[in-house]
Each structure stands twice: as C-alpha cells, then as structure tokens.
C-alpha cells in the first residue's frame, strides 16, 4: 500500500498572520481551526491540505521543504507576495527564460516562485 500526502504542515508562531499570508498567497481558505491547528483549503483538486501548527519557538535555520509555486511573471507575483509579507531572501536565478526567486514568508519560512514552463 502506498502512502499519501494528507497535508503539508508548517510550523508556525501566529496562525491567523500565515493562514492570512498563504491563503492571501494561494487564493484559499480556512476550513479548519483551534488554538493550536489551523487548514486551508487543499492544493489542488485531490491534493494535501496546507496546515499550520503552532509551536512555541521561532524558525532559527533553513528549511529543510520548501513549496516552489509555478506563476506566470515571477516579478508580478513577487510584488503581491512582499504586499502580503513576504521578503526577498536572494535576487532572481535559474536560466533565462525560467527564472526562479526565493521568498520567506512573515515568519521567515522559504518558498520559491518560479515561472511556470
């Protein structure tokens, strides 16, 4: 039997500053919460649920998973990104023509937008 993906869970201080970050990001919506847990909607049709779980320390090194999100202008969707939060971790890199840019979000967590091929 082969396993698969239920959610993607990253850890977080402030759950209702990353579920308004990613969901702002990803166009989703809550559709669980509690004091410690919070879902947004799946990635996807069929796909794993993006969760949050509050812990009590803060992100200190590189993450060891990080989600790459296909866009069509890696500038455009760079700008949107840093309204919501996001900063800049490096500067653009990849070929040419599908440049990629790395991000963190409010709490510091890496993500890359990439230009979809």
């Known amino acids: 039997m082969t ?3 239920g959610n993607i869970v990253i850890d ?3 759950l209702e500053a ?4 990613w969901g702002g990001l990803l166009g989703m919506k809550t559709t669980a919460a509690s004091a410690d847990w919070l879902d947004l909607e799946p990635l996807g049709a ?3 649920i993006l969760s949050f779980q509050r812990v009590p320390d803060e992100k ?3 993450n060891r998973l990080h989600l790459d999100l ?3 202008d890696i500038h455009l969707a760079g700008e949107r990104a840093a309204a919501l939060g996001a ?3 490096a500067g653009p890199m990849g070929k040419p023509a599908h440049p990629f840019r790395v991000w963190r979000d409010p709490e510091g967590n890496e ?7």
């Open 3 to 5: 396993p698969k993906v």
């Open 12 to 14: 977080c201080l402030d």
């Open 18 to 21: 990353m579920a308004a970050f």
């Open 46 to 48: 069929g796909g794993p």
């Open 60 to 62: 200190k090194a590189k």
């Open 70 to 72: 296909d866009v069509p």
């Open 87 to 89: 900063t800049p971790a």
């Open 111 to 117: 993500f890359c937008l990439c230009t979809a091929s």
